[in-house]
């Protein structure tokens, strides 16, 4: 019997476990929110729509014993952004409520993986990893799954092809210093910055930076227009989620401590996102990715700007 727990169930714990209730990802899955009404209506809304889903045992409360013996614990709770503040001014208050927090899952769930979906997510993971005492393979962050998605959609949108057949994942912090992979990106096997528009053209460097740019600030166009990103971070955890549980092996550009990747040292200890293969075990092997120079150094630079907001705090 899988079982999955969800702290904090504000939108974005609320659109996680929607999606895994009409994904049916695990048998069990449980609410936990200080805010006891809350979690008792969001439980009677996901139930109430049983019906017409794969079949879940969904309960929730305001004390921690729900979460016991969880499999996965998704960890959404924490401040949130608010319009015009970047995700790494989250990150005092949230390392603060990983100290408190984390230690507590990890007494009534032991076994568990923790999956962290609370920004600055690679801030918050490296906390998660510090006060948990699991190993580095049991603790990882959402990362960059959803900007990779992003980014895969506008590359779909811009040349006419179905998303699912672009393969190009964005690296580094979930944040400003995020860093596309146009190396290793394509298209049906083909090269994105050689497909063919239908212009006649290519999608030159100017082309890729406007879809970069797009990535970027999507959250926030978001942020300001409903007041937060759920949705598709709902569905993007539930396909961690399912990787994790069905025991995939699937690659996915999550974020997880970082040592002895290829030709890139300065990214030891830090916990950044690159394609990574997910499993039952959590993260394991973080593959060898092609890169330019320039990604390389972009890279570098996204993981210096993590580690000095997690040295500030304590963390790095």
């Not at 290519?202 to 926030?220: E, P, R």
Request: proline content about 4%; charged content about 20%; hydrophobic content about 45%.
């Amino acid at each position: 019997m899988t079982k999955v727990a969800i702290v904090g169930a504000g939108a974005v714990g609320s659109a996680i476990a929607y999606a895994a209730q009409i994904r049916g990802v695990c048998e069990n899955l449980a609410l936990y929110d200080l805010n006891a009404v809350k979690v008792r209506a969001e439980v009677l809304d996901l139930n109430h729509g049983m019906q017409f889903t794969p079949m879940t045992r969904i309960e929730g409360g305001d004390d921690l014993e729900v979460c016991r013996d969880s499999d996965v614990i998704v960890v959404t709770a924490g401040a949130k952004q608010q319009p015009g503040q970047s995700r790494l001014d989250l990150a005092a208050a949230n390392v603060a409520m990983c100290r408190t927090l984390v230690p507590r899952l990890v007494e009534v769930a032991p076994s568990t993986l923790l999956l962290m979906v609370t920004n600055p997510v690679d801030v918050v993971t490296m906390a998660a990893l510090r006060f948990s005492g699991l190993g580095p393979r049991r603790v990882l962050g959402s990362g960059t799954v959803l900007d990779s998605s992003r980014l895969r959609f506008l590359l779909a949108q811009r040349t006419g092809v179905a998303v699912q057949n672009v393969h190009a994942y964005i690296a580094g912090e979930h944040g400003d210093s995020e860093v596309p992979l146009w190396s290793s990106a394509t298209i049906a096997g083909v090269p994105v910055c050689s497909w063919p528009l239908s212009t006649g053209e290519t999608l030159d460097a100017d082309a890729c930076g406007t879809i970069h740019a797009q990535v970027v600030n999507s959250a926030y166009e978001i942020i300001e227009g409903k007041g937060a990103t759920s949705l598709a971070v709902g569905l993007a955890v539930s396909r961690i989620l399912e990787a994790i549980l069905k025991d995939e092996h699937r690659v996915l550009p999550v974020s997880s401590l970082l040592h002895g990747v290829e030709g890139l040292k300065e990214l030891d200890g830090v916990c950044l996102s690159m394609p990574s293969i997910v499993g039952r075990y959590g993260v394991g092997r973080v593959l060898p990715v092609p890169l330019s120079d320039g990604e390389r150094q972009s890279l570098v630079t996204s993981a210096d700007a993590v580690r000095a907001v997690a040295a500030d705090l304590g963390v790095g």
